[in-house]
């Protein structure tokens, strides 16, 4: 059986992976100035950045609509796809999923799984990448989804930002909260509970909340092999610096950066900093 990944552009894989590992992307889109794009495909990360700075108004995000992934899904049979696993942001934050969900049911020659990944990003593309490699393998459409399970009992993300408005104003934070963290001028430590983001811990510093986080991620590394990603809202430079410091105390882990691209970025605010992390295959 012939098995065709799909995620979302919020993965943020980079494209050269995505080819080799044949990962279809459907995109969400971001809305500055009336102007619409769809993210990964008309505006690059450093662009969105650049053009939403100030005191104007947040852009607006959408998902991808039922017809976007019916004709993707199309197109895939077309090309010989019997199954499609599609892996998307979680369904607390986003209608991704359940459009996904809604055009699986109208496909009628295919089997198409959809999933839940619970988390955005990298965290997200960790999963894309895992069922990716299983179908080239050739494992069935239940190995994958069993697979998928599995990852989600070792996964673990936070992050933090530097302005809270960001999630309030996007609804993605409640206001009492935003209202705290600006009073006390912490910066709180992020993390996805039930599909949603909620505060993990509150953190004085910066500086101390990576180092919290790092901490964390050292935790579980003692218990077991990782693979592990930092994600930053355009700030290559610090997650190069935290790539060598955490690469030098946690030579086992396996790590990449990647980013906040522009539907993220826009509820979470630029300089926002996160890592997360999952068990690794032993085999990788």
């Not at 990716?132 to 190995?143: I, L, V, Y």
């Not at 996805?192 to 991620?217: G, S, W, Y």
């Not at 190069?240 to 946690?250: G, K, M, Q």
Request: hydrophobic letters at 40%.
């Amino acid at each position: 059986m012939k098995i065709a990944v799909v995620t979302d552009s919020t993965a943020y894989l980079p494209e050269d992976l995505r080819k080799r590992l044949q990962i279809h992307i459907v995109p969400l889109a971001v809305t500055i100035d009336g102007q619409d794009y769809d993210e990964e495909i008309d505006l690059t990360c450093k662009e969105f950045y650049e053009k939403v700075r100030g005191d104007g108004p947040l852009p607006k995000t959408s998902q991808p609509s039922v017809g976007q992934f019916a004709e993707k899904f199309n197109e895939l049979n077309d090309a010989g796809a019997e199954g499609i696993v599609s892996i998307h942001l979680s369904s607390g934050i986003s209608g991704t999923y359940t459009g996904a969900v809604q055009a699986g049911e109208l496909a009628d020659t295919l089997d198409v799984r959809v999933f839940d990944s619970e988390i955005s990003c990298y965290l997200q593309g960790f999963y894309a990448i895992r069922a990716a490699e299983f179908a080239q393998a050739g494992a069935s459409m239940d190995d994958i989804m069993g697979e998928l399970v599995e990852m989600k009992q070792t996964m673990r993300a936070y992050f933090m930002v530097d302005d809270l408005s960001h999630l309030q104003r996007g609804g993605r934070l409640s206001s009492a909260q935003a209202l705290i963290g600006g009073l006390l001028q912490v910066k709180p430590i992020l993390h996805f509970v039930d599909k949603v983001i909620v505060p993990f811990e509150k953190i004085r510093t910066r500086k101390k909340a990576m180092k919290r986080i790092a901490d964390m991620l050292a935790e579980d590394a003692a218990k077991m092999p990782l693979e592990a990603s930092i994600i930053h809202g355009n700030q290559p430079e610090e997650a190069e610096l935290w790539l060598a410091e955490l690469s030098e105390r946690l030579p086992d882990v396996k790590f990449t950066i990647s980013h906040f691209g522009p539907v993220i970025g826009t509820h979470l605010g630029e300089g926002a900093m996160g890592l997360g992390w999952v068990k690794r295959k032993t085999n990788n």
